[in-house]
C-alpha cells in the first residue's frame, strides 16, 4: 500500500486568512463587525461552510464484457465486488466505508440495484455515447455519481473531442457537504490537445469551492493535458506539487503499470490517499480511496 499523503491541519491558515484581511483594509481584529464573519459588499453576511470528511473512492469497474473485464460478463458479481468495495475501502490505513462514489465503466442495471439496497443514497448515472450494451439486460455502460447525502441538480455534458466519441462528464451537489462532484472517463485514443481541452472544460464544470472531480483520465500525470485539473485543484495521491500517484491500470497480468485514475479536490482540503497494492480481480482498473476534510 502506498504511503497515504498526511492530513494538514488547516484550522490556523483559516484564522491566518482573517487576520490577513483585516490588515489589509487597516482594520485590526477589534475592529471587526458583528462576531467577526465576513463582510459582503451587499450588506448580507454568509457563514462559512461547516467542515465536513468525505470518503470517497473513484473506480474503473471495467463492466463491458470484453477481453480485459474479468466480470463484465458476469454483471451479479461484480455488483457484489463494487458494494464490497464500497463497504470496506481502506484509507490511511484503516479500512472506512465511503460516502462518495464515483465509477466509471458500470452497467446501468448496477446503478438500478444500488438504488434498490443503498436506500439512503442518491444516485446518478450517464451512459456513455455510442457506448457498448452491458449484457443480461443490465442497460447501457456509463457512468456514475452516489453519495450517502442528498445528491441535486445533476447534469451530462459532453466534453469537447475530435474522434467522434464524446466523452460525458456528469456532475451534481451535495448541499449538506456544500461540494460540487464531478466524474468523467476519457478516451485514450485521443490526442493530448483535445484531452487538454477536455480537462478544461471540466475544470468549469466543476467550479473552485469545494470540488471533488475523477475519474479514468485516460493519461498520466505528467501528460499536459491534465493541467487544467493540476492548475486548479490538488490530487489526492500527488506530493506536495509533484505530479506523483501509486499506478491504477493494470495489464493483463494484473500488473499496476500507470496512473490513470485520479481523485481532484480543492487545495485547501486536506487529503489521505490510498491505492490496492496487490492485484485487482474484479476490473483492470485498482480502485482510488480518499479521505478529504474541508475546514473551509
Known amino acids: 500500500m502506498r504511503a497515504p499523503r498526511a492530513l494538514i491541519p488547516l484550522f490556523s491558515v483559516a484564522a491566518a486568512a482573517v487576520v490577513v484581511g483585516a490588515a489589509a483594509t487597516g482594520a485590526g481584529i477589534e475592529d471587526l463587525t458583528g462576531d467577526g464573519a465576513p463582510a459582503f459588499a451587499d450588506g448580507a453576511a454568509e457563514p462559512d461552510p461547516d467542515p465536513v470528511t468525505i470518503h470517497a473512492m473513484t473506480w474503473n469497474v471495467c463492466g463491458n464484457a470484453e477481453p480485459g473485464c474479468p466480470l463484465g460478463a458476469d454483471p451479479a458479481a461484480l455488483g457484489k465486488k463494487i458494494t464490497a468495495r464500497m463497504n470496506a475501502t481502506e484509507v490511511g490505513g484503516r479500512k472506512v466505508s465511503t460516502n462518495a462514489v464515483l465509477l466509471q465503466r458500470v452497467c446501468e442495471g448496477h446503478v438500478r ?165 496487490t492485484r485487482n480481480k474484479a476490473s483492470d482498473h485498482r480502485p482510488l480511496s480518499a479521505a478529504v476534510r474541508f475546514h473551509v
Not at 442497460?139 to 445533476?154: C, K, M, N
Not at 469537447?160 to 460540487?180: E, F, N, Y
Not at 486548479?232 to 500488473?255: I, K, L, M, P, V
Request: proline residues 7%; hydrophobic residues 30%; contains cysteine.
Open 113 to 277: 440495484g444500488f438504488k434498490k439496497t443503498m436506500k439512503s443514497w442518491s444516485w446518478a448515472f450517464a451512459p456513455l455515447p455510442n457506448g457498448p450494451t452491458c449484457v443480461q439486460d443490465q442497460g447501457r455502460l456509463g457512468v456514475a455519481v452516489g453519495t450517502d447525502a442528498e445528491l441535486t441538480g445533476t447534469t451530462t455534458t459532453e466534453l469537447p473531442a475530435t474522434t467522434g466519441r464524446a466523452p460525458i462528464a456528469l456532475c451534481g451537489d451535495v448541499p449538506t457537504w456544500t461540494t460540487r462532484i464531478c466524474v468523467t472517463q476519457l478516451d485514450p485514443a485521443e490526442n493530448t490537445e483535445a484531452r487538454r481541452k477536455q480537462a478544461d472544460a471540466l475544470t468549469d464544470l466543476a467550479g473552485t469551492g469545494r470540488v471533488l472531480v475523477g475519474g479514468d483520465l485516460a493519461d498520466t500525470p505528467h501528460s499536459p493535458a491534465l493541467d487544467p485539473l493540476y492548475e486548479t485543484y490538488a490530487e489526492c495521491d500527488q506530493t506536495g506539487t509533484s505530479r506523483t500517484g501509486a499506478n491504477t491500470r493494470q495489464n493483463w497480468q494484473g500488473t499496476a503499470v500507470d496512473k490513470t485514475d485520479y481523485l481532484f479536490t480543492t487545495p485547501s482540503a486536506a487529503v489521505s490517499c490510498s491505492v490496492p497494492d
